[in-house]
């Protein structure tokens, strides 16, 4: 696992923008490279799009995870 996350950190630092969009793409299986990237766009200008599910950084704090009316 350390290999991988170092080689991904190193694809974010070298160009945070188009890692975003090749997520994106994956996981959503877009490939038109116009909606990527006004995809990617509203994402850097927005202050509520996560790239992770905010599930995750409750995950290990289910008082937390109450609070917010999520479950598991």
């Given at each position: 696992m350390?290999?991988?996350?170092?080689e991904i950190e190193k694809m974010m630092r070298a160009d945070y923008r188009t890692f975003v969009k090749a997520l994106v793409s994956i996981e959503t299986g877009e490939e038109d490279p116009d909606l990527l990237s006004e995809m990617v766009e509203k994402y850097m200008?927005?202050?509520?799009?996560?790239?992770?599910?905010?599930?995750?950084?409750?995950?290990g704090d289910p008082?937390?995870?109450w609070?917010?009316?999520?479950?598991?």
């Open positions: 350390d290999e991988m996350k170092k200008k927005s202050e509520d799009w996560m790239l992770i599910d905010p599930h995750f950084y409750y995950y008082e937390m995870a609070k917010e009316g999520w479950e598991w």
